[in-house]
Each structure stands twice: as C-alpha cells, then as structure tokens.
C-alpha cells in the first residue's frame, strides 16, 4: 500500500533507488538471475499488482535487475546497484546496534523509533510512547529506562498534564539515523 513512511525508508535504504544491496548480495551466492520488484499503490493490492508488473519486466531482462512501478503506473527500471559494494550501517544494523545497547529486543527498538518517525516530532511523554507502540505506560517506562542509559533518550523537561499528580517527564529520543534529511 502506498505509504510515505515506507516509502521514505525504501528511498533511504536504497539511497534514492540507486544502491540495492540485497540484488548484490544474492548476485554473489545465486547462479541464476535474481529479480527485485517494488510497487506503489492506493491500496494494498494495487501495490501488489505493481510489484507483479515490475517483475514481469525482469522476467524479459533475464539478468539480475530491479524495476518500480510507482502508484500514477510511471516505471522505474531497470536500475543498477553497487555492483557489490558493501554498504555501511545498514537500518536493520542500526537497530541491532541498539538493541545491543540497550538490552532490548530489536522489534521493541523498531516500534519505538519507527513509531516517532511517523508521529514526525521529537518530545513525547512516557504515555504517548505507551500508546504508540501498544504497552503499557509501566512497560514503556522501563523501555525508556534503557534507552536513557544507553543515551538513546533523554529527559528534557516536565510538564503538569492534569490539575493533581506528578508532573509527566518530556522525553527526547535521538533518532537511529533512520533516514536522510
């Protein structure tokens, strides 16, 4: 389905449609031609259909290629790659990495920081957290816990949310470095 989020994260980690590192990977360990196709659509299965139609071009190509059929049906192909290049920092590494760091699994780690990406700000309270990845506010404590520790978050302020109660900690998350600009 199309989806700006998305979108932007196949943009960055292809850096803008030019450097495919899996068609490199798999042109080292594969004897037969690898084909990858990516579609863009209103819906789910208009961008299912678009990824089929940018495979049937590969399929004419019979080498390793990779073609886009975008949501207005422009195509983009076939397009060239690194041509073996190892590619630096990759996202799912950078997840990893702070995993690693924090102790955390690599999916808690997604759902946070691919959850700020697309709320598209910076500070949040321990609640906001909670309810954008689906814990509890108990659970989303201990989350921020760790990744104060390993300097992926940071307090930054606090702020009286109702009449009574403890004020609520603003919370500042430094991005992975997830996506360019």
Same mark, same amino acid.
């Given at each position: 389905?199309?989806?700006?989020?998305?979108?932007?994260?196949?943009e960055?980690?292809?850096?803008q449609?030019?450097?495919?590192?899996?068609?490199?990977?798999? =042109?080292?360990?594969?004897?037969?031609?690898v084909? +990858?196709?990516i #579609?863009y659509?209103? $819906?789910?299965? *208009?961008?299912?259909?678009? @990824?089929?139609? &940018?495979m049937?071009?590969?399929?004419?190509? =019979?080498?390793? &290629? !990779?073609y886009? !059929?975008?949501?207005?049906?422009?195509?983009?192909?076939? /397009? *060239?790659?690194?041509? #073996?290049?190892?590619?630096q920092d990759?996202?799912?590494?950078?997840?990893?990495?702070?995993?690693?760091?924090?102790?955390?699994?690599v999916?808690? +780690?997604?759902k946070?920081f691919?959850?700020?990406?697309?709320e598209?700000?910076?500070?949040?309270?321990?609640? *906001? /957290?909670?309810?954008?990845?689906?814990?509890?506010? =108990? $659970?989303?404590?201990?989350i921020?816990?760790?990744?104060?520790? @390993?300097g992926?978050?940071?307090?930054? &302020?606090?702020? /009286?949310?109702?009449?009574s109660?403890?004020? &609520?900690? +603003?919370?500042?998350?430094?991005?992975?470095? +997830?996506h360019?600009?």
């Open positions: 389905m199309y989806d700006l989020y998305h979108q932007k994260i196949i960055t980690e292809t850096n449609y030019k450097d495919f590192y899996l068609l490199d990977v798999l =042109r080292e360990v594969s004897a037969v031609p084909y +990858i196709g #579609g659509g209103k $819906t789910a299965n *208009e961008s299912k259909y678009n @990824a089929y139609e &940018s049937k071009k590969m399929e004419r190509s =019979r080498q390793n &290629s !990779v886009i !059929v975008f949501e207005n049906g422009e195509v983009m192909g076939p /397009l *060239e790659t690194g041509r #073996g290049a190892k590619k990759s996202f799912d590494e950078k997840f990893y990495r702070a995993a690693t760091e924090t102790g955390l699994s999916n808690t +780690i997604y946070v691919g959850g700020i990406v697309k598209e700000k910076a500070d949040f309270t321990s609640r *906001e /957290l909670a309810a954008i990845c689906g814990v509890s506010v =108990r $659970t989303m404590d201990r921020i816990l760790k990744l104060c520790d @390993a992926y978050c940071e307090v930054i &302020s606090e702020k /009286l949310m109702h009449k109660g403890r004020p &609520s900690r +603003i919370l500042r998350l430094h991005p992975l470095q +997830i360019n600009g």
